[in-house]
């Protein structure tokens, strides 16, 4: 069994694809994962499996979820050691007393090309960001609800992305065991 952290993207969010994390781990226990933890309602997922491919577990859950809520979502499979390398290779650990406005946007695969210009003319003058592998770090001290940065990051990349927060991250590597 190898122990994965999955990250939900798009679920309960604006009343759209509700999904009771209750509800979903009962669904994947009954389809034979085990050791289900679940943090929030924002689709944070943790879970052994015998299953090593990471495309291959990823569609495995999303047609969990889609037989139990009706709906497929993007789901980003990370071991406890990537998380583990991001928390350690974040560029910003001055902003971690700052917690909610330190974000960890995860790259559903590698760039091809990185725009950083295109990225910097849509930060304000408090913002910071940063790529590091298949993580962009967005230091965002003013908030990210209005951000035109954390609007078109994805957009900007070119490829999918899900974002958690520095506490969300923190408490997700404590379920694991590696903080």
Same mark, same amino acid.
């Given at each position: ?11 309960? #969010? ?60 993007? #789901? ?18 001055? %902003? #971690? ?6 974000? !960890?946007?995860?790259?559903?695969? %590698?760039?091809?090309? !990185? ?13 910071? !960001? ?9 230091? %965002? ?31 997700? %590597? ?6």
């Amino acid at each position: 069994m190898q122990t994965w952290l999955a990250l939900l993207r798009g679920v309960n #969010v604006g009343g759209r694809n509700l999904v009771s994390m209750k509800a979903l781990a009962a669904s994947l226990e009954v389809a034979g994962f085990q050791a289900i933890q679940t943090y929030l309602q924002s689709g944070n997922v943790i879970i052994d499996s015998p299953i090593r491919s990471r495309s291959r577990l990823a569609d495995c859950l999303c047609e969990v979820i889609h037989e139990g809520f009706g709906f497929r979502p993007s #789901v980003f499979m990370m071991t406890k050691h990537e998380l583990a390398g991001a928390l350690a290779a974040n560029p910003f650990m001055e %902003a #971690v007393r700052e917690p909610k406005s330190l974000h !960890f946007v995860f790259l559903d695969s %590698a760039l091809k090309t !990185f725009d950083r210009d295109g990225l910097e003319q849509l930060a304000t003058a408090t913002e910071r !960001f940063e790529l590091i592998g298949r993580v962009f770090y967005l230091y %965002a001290p003013d908030g990210i609800g209005r951000s035109k940065l954390a609007a078109g990051v994805e957009r900007k990349l070119g490829v999918a992305t899900t974002a958690r927060n520095y506490n969300t991250c923190r408490k997700l %590597a404590t379920m694991l065991g590696i903080a």
